[in-house]
């Protein structure tokens, strides 16, 4: 019955594809057509997982998560969604990292199943966009533009233009993976434990040597090949888009960088607060 359903819905949801084809094709972006579904799937997939964590995290972490206030309880579930899904996007990465036809064609080189992830990849994006839409006052403009660039960033990608840079651009959430469990044993009262500690070492060093080093050197040689128009038939805007998405990554994240880590030093050392407030 619920395949049925399921067949039901997507044959209906199939009948959108020419109206969503005759939107984007015109804007060089012919992929939203072939995936907005996959994109939709994976969207209400996240919601769920979502709401889901709730119950779950209540039964496998009772005393942890029942302390916790509403809206730490919200950033809870988000984090924990955050994980599952950089876990699954780092996953992806390394599995198509030496992949030929991206490396060897870095303009044009394309894999059909590297789209499908991608596409699995935009859902959770956009559901982060709504995320810090909806909670603007947490987040700020700067999580805003990152969310931003970030969809647009996936629709070029899932358009079988520049996949190559879906490797430097996505592998970072491999840090991302130990950002959030951060946030969860912050959450969870382990702000100064020795895990705390080591989470945060392997954060930091691989958010120094892949969120800004390797990310920031393929966004300088990208940068090159657009001055000089060495971008295959990649759109020519899109070629910029990516190139400017590029710096503004690098520079967003050697901002958030220092800010992430005052934020630990004043987690594992609470004193210094207290004495920067008595001096003040």
């Known amino acids: 019955m619920i395949v049925s359903l399921v067949t039901g819905i997507n044959s209906i949801l199939a009948e959108a594809d020419p109206l969503v084809h005759a939107v984007f094709d015109p804007l060089h972006l012919p992929g939203v057509g072939s995936y907005w579904r996959i994109a939709l799937a994976s969207l209400l997939v996240h919601i769920g997982l979502l709401y889901a964590f709730r119950p779950i995290s209540s039964l496998l972490f009772p005393r942890s998560f029942k302390r916790l206030s509403a809206a730490d309880q919200q950033g809870w579930c988000v984090a924990m969604v955050a994980v599952v899904h950089t876990a699954f996007d780092t996953s992806f990465i390394l599995k198509f990292i030496n992949h030929p036809a991206l490396n ?13 992830y991608l596409a699995i990849a935009l859902g959770y994006y956009v559901w982060d966009l709504s995320t810090c839409i909806y909670n603007y006052a947490n987040y700020g403009v700067m999580y805003l533009i990152h969310g931003g660039l970030g969809v647009f960033g996936l629709l070029i990608l899932i358009s079988r233009q520049l996949q190559f840079y879906a490797i430097p651009y996505l592998l970072p959430e491999l840090s991302s993976i130990f950002l959030n469990i951060r946030h969860l044993l912050k959450y969870a009262g382990l702000g100064q ?55 503004t990554l690098t520079v967003l994240n050697t901002i958030w960088l220092r800010q992430i880590v005052n934020a630990a030093y004043y987690t594992l050392y609470p004193q210094s607060t207290k004495r920067k407030s008595k001096a003040n």
């Open 104 to 116: 060897n064609d870095k303009m044009d080189g394309f894999s059909a199943e590297f789209e499908y």
């Open 193 to 247: 434990s020795l895990v705390y500690k080591v989470n945060f070492a392997i954060f930091f060093v691989a958010y120094v040597v892949i969120r800004i080093g390797f990310e920031a050197y393929h966004s300088a040689k990208l940068v090159g090949y657009v001055y000089h128009h060495n971008i295959g038939n990649v759109c020519y805007p899109y070629a910029v888009f990516f190139a400017i998405l590029g710096i």
